[in-house]
C-alpha cells in the first residue's frame, strides 16, 4: 500500500510530568509574541507546578501526535470572589506551526465537557490583539464577544488590547450546584 501513514492523535489528561513539554510549546509565545503577557517562559518544573494546581481544581488536558506532546488547553479560576466560582479562564497553546489544524478544537471539545462535569458554568477567554487564529477558534467554538481592554498590556515596545470572550458551557440559568 502506497501514501502517508495516518498520524496518531489523542487528547488525554495533562500530569506534571508533561511540564518540560508545555514549558517548550509555551517558551515561544513568551519570548516573541505579545499572546501571553508573561515575559519569562516558566521551567519545566514551573509548568509541571501550574499542571498540578489546574487539575486539582479545573482540567489541564494535551493533544499527543504520535506520542509527543503538540498542544495544551486548560482552565483555572476566573476571579477568586465567591460568586465567580463557576466561571473559569480557558486557554489553548500549541506548537508553533500547528494552528489550524484542528489540535484546538479537539483540545476544547474534551476540556468542556471536563469542566461541565464538576460543575462549572461558564468559560471565559482573553486574547491579545490582533490574533485571528485565536478569535476565530474561539467563535468557531461558539463564544460569544464580551468586551475588550484598550491598551491594557505593554509587551515588546507596545501597547496590547485585550478582547474577552465567553462561553455559556450549559443552558440554564437556575442556580449552580456545588463544584466537584
Same mark, same amino acid.
Given at each position: ?48 507546578? *501550574? ?69 462549572? *458554568? ?59
Amino acid at each position: 500500500m502506497t501514501g502517508t501513514r495516518p498520524v496518531s492523535t489523542e487528547v488525554r489528561p495533562a500530569t506534571e510530568l508533561d511540564g518540560d513539554a508545555c514549558a517548550a510549546i509555551y517558551a515561544p509565545y513568551v519570548n516573541a509574541t505579545a499572546i501571553t503577557f508573561e515575559t519569562e517562559p516558566p521551567t519545566g518544573s514551573e509548568m509541571g507546578a *501550574r499542571i498540578a494546581a489546574a487539575t486539582r481544581t479545573h482540567a489541564w488536558l494535551v493533544v499527543e501526535n504520535e506520542g509527543r506532546v503538540a498542544g495544551y488547553a486548560y482552565a483555572t479560576r476566573f476571579h477568586t470572589r465567591p460568586a465567580y466560582r463557576w466561571a473559569c479562564e480557558v486557554s489553548v497553546y500549541l506548537e508553533v506551526g500547528r494552528r489550524r489544524t484542528g489540535a484546538g478544537r479537539l483540545l476544547y471539545n474534551q476540556l468542556f465537557p471536563t469542566l461541565i462535569g464538576r460543575g462549572f *458554568r461558564v468559560a471565559v477567554a482573553g486574547m491579545t490583539l490582533p490574533n485571528p487564529a485565536s478569535v476565530g477558534l474561539h467563535r468557531a467554538m461558539g463564544f460569544k464577544d464580551v468586551g475588550t481592554y484598550r491598551r491594557i498590556g505593554f509587551k515588546l515596545g507596545s501597547w496590547h488590547d485585550v478582547a474577552w470572550m465567553q462561553l455559556d458551557l450549559v443552558g440554564d440559568a437556575g442556580a449552580p450546584g456545588e463544584l466537584r
